[in-house]
Nanobody, 114 residues
Framework: VQLVESGGGLVQPGAPRRFSCVAS????????MGWYRQAPGKQGELVAG???????NYADSVKGRFTISRDNAKNTVYLQMNSLKPEDTAVYYC?????????WGQGTQVIVSS
């Protein structure tokens, strides 16, 4: 599985941004998909995850601001980020997992700054 993220860039505090992650292959619907982030000097964390059945979980730091969704027909998972804060600055990675197999995208960076 190959994962390609897009949507990064420089964003003003409070502004929205949407990430997309497109996956190759024909079994996308079976994968658990997640967005992770790595901020400078900080440990990486799971931002949001969505199961094949649509169950969703979020990190406490993004609850109410970020929304994860998936479109299995397009092999795509999205992360809608609203009310962005400077502390959301990080490289965001898409991950696909199925049983013991896991795959990562190359990452896309968002910098939240005025």
């Amino acid at each position: 599985v190959q994962l390609v993220e897009s949507g990064g860039g420089l964003v003003q505090p409070g502004a929205p941004r949407r990430f997309s992650c497109v996956a190759s292959g024909s079994t996308f619907g079976a994968y658990v998909m997640g967005w992770y982030r790595q901020a400078p000097g900080k440990q990486g964390e799971l931002v949001a995850g969505i199961s094949s059945g649509g169950s969703i979980n979020y990190a406490d730091s993004v609850k109410g601001r970020f929304t994860i969704s998936r479109d299995n027909a397009k092999n795509t998972v999205y992360l809608q980020m609203n009310s962005l804060k400077p502390e959301d600055t990080a490289v965001y990675y898409c991950r696909a997992a199925l049983y013991r197999a896991g795959y990562w995208g190359q990452g896309t960076q968002v910098i939240v700054s005025s």
